[in-house]
Structures are given as structure tokens and as C-alpha cells.
């Protein structure tokens, strides 16, 4: 256990479907980031915040998903109308700080859409 | 970031040494090797990382040759629990930077 928590575990959800994640990461930790992978690949980046602040947003981040961070604790990620190909595992992680070197990785929210 | 060269698959022996290259031949200057490991239905878990030299901690060793073109994954006894896919990974700078993944290496420890 990292100390960093991701809920639900597992989602199951029909097409066309919303669905949110939350991530809680370590306290004191004011850096998180947002990864997905896709079965025999290796996690792919999504976007990530510093406090409440999202910095960066990866190509892959369509319109239809969406990050908050609201007060700079958890976070949630969001996906509107879901499609077969939305289905991966969501890896949360956090970090310190900038200088921190060292990610700190939740287990992960696996969802699948049928 | 510069991209990594990993060997898909790998076997190990329980007890030997696992010993994981990786290829980075475009690495610049300030980039960083760090390797990250996945047990099956976790999340990444961080090894270890340097710039030039050889650095060892708890998990593992790492080796870097002097031109920084390629680097050595050493973990000195294998145990069962060390069965995971490993990422080599080149960033560039120390930490607040996303982690860009390959496919990285399938480890299995065989008893």
C-alpha cells in the first residue's frame, strides 16, 4: 500500500455511460497525475495538477474527459458518453513536490465498457 | 524525452541475479534513467534512478555505461515476488516531470 487510494476498483458500464473516478493521494503530497493503460501496454499520461491547478493535458484527454482537483486534495476524473475503446485501467500517483523524484502510484480504477 | 529499448520478455532463475538492460542511445545531458516495476494488477512502483553513476539501494542496482547509451537493471537475488513487467525510463529532469512508459520488460522468476 502506497498510501494513495483510487475508488472504485472496478467499474463495469454500458456505452454511452458517465463514469468518475476519485483518487485520493498522500496528504501532504501536492502534486498529481492522471495515467490510463490499455492491456500489454505501459501506463500512458493523462494530465496532472500542482495544488488545484491542472498544468498539463496529454492529446489524449478528449473532450469528453474531464479532471478536477477541486481543493487541492483529491481528484476526480470524469468520462462523458463512454465508448469500447475508454476501457483501460486509471492510474492515479502523486508526488511531493517538483523536486520530489519518486511517483507514488495508487492500484488503480479498471473500467470496462461493454 | 529520449525513447528507451527494452527486451520484451526475460526468465530468472530464483535465487540468481536478474540483470535487465535497457538502450537509451539519444540521452542528453540532464536526462535521468529511472526504472519503475509492475506487479501484476498493481500500480507502477518506483526502483530506482541516476544520471551517471552506479547507484545502489535496497531493491536494486543500477549501471550505467560512461557514454550513457545503455543501463543495467541488477536485481542480486530474485525472489518469486519479483515476477513483474519493468520500465526503463529517461526523463529530463529530477522529478516533476510525467512519466513517459514504453512496453518495458516481462520478468519471470522461475522457481
Known amino acids: 500500500d502506497t498510501g494513495v487510494s483510487q475508488d472504485p476498483r472496478h467499474k463495469i458500464t454500458k456505452r454511452g455511460q458517465n463514469v468518475t473516478f476519485r483518487c485520493d493521494p498522500i496528504?501532504?503530497?501536492?502534486?498529481l497525475y492522471w495515467y490510463r493503460q490499455t492491456l500489454g501496454q505501459g501506463p500512458e499520461f493523462l494530465t496532472y495538477f500542482q495544488n488545484e491547478a491542472q498544468l498539463e493535458k496529454s492529446r489524449l484527454l478528449s473532450d469528453r474527459f474531464s479532471a478536477e482537483r477541486p481543493k487541492g486534495s483529491f481528484s476526480t476524473l470524469e468520462i462523458q458518453r463512454t465508448e469500447q475503446g475508454d476501457s483501460a485501467m486509471y492510474l492515479c500517483a502523486s508526488t511531493l513536490g517538483p523536486l520530489s523524484y519518486e511517483q507514488y502510484f495508487g492500484p488503480g480504477t479498471r473500467l470496462t465498457v461493454t | 524525452d529520449a525513447k528507451t529499448t527494452q527486451p520484451p520478455s526475460m526468465d530468472c532463475a530464483e535465487g540468481r541475479a536478474a540483470n535487465l538492460p535497457c538502450n537509451h542511445s539519444t540521452i542528453s545531458g540532464n536526462e535521468y534513467v529511472y526504472w519503475y516495476r509492475q506487479i501484476h494488477s498493481q500500480g507502477p512502483q518506483y526502483i530506482i534512478h541516476?544520471?551517471?553513476n552506479n547507484e545502489t539501494n535496497e531493491m536494486a542496482s543500477l549501471i550505467i555505461t560512461e557514454d550513457r547509451k545503455s543501463s543495467t537493471l541488477i536485481l542480486p537475488h530474485a525472489t518469486l515476488r519479483d515476477t513483474a513487467v519493468y520500465y526503463c525510463i529517461v526523463r529530463w529532469n529530477s522529478g516533476n516531470t510525467p512519466l513517459v512508459f514504453g512496453k518495458g520488460t516481462r520478468l519471470s522468476v522461475i522457481a
Open positions: 496528504s501532504e503530497h501536492n502534486r
Open positions: 541516476g544520471l551517471k
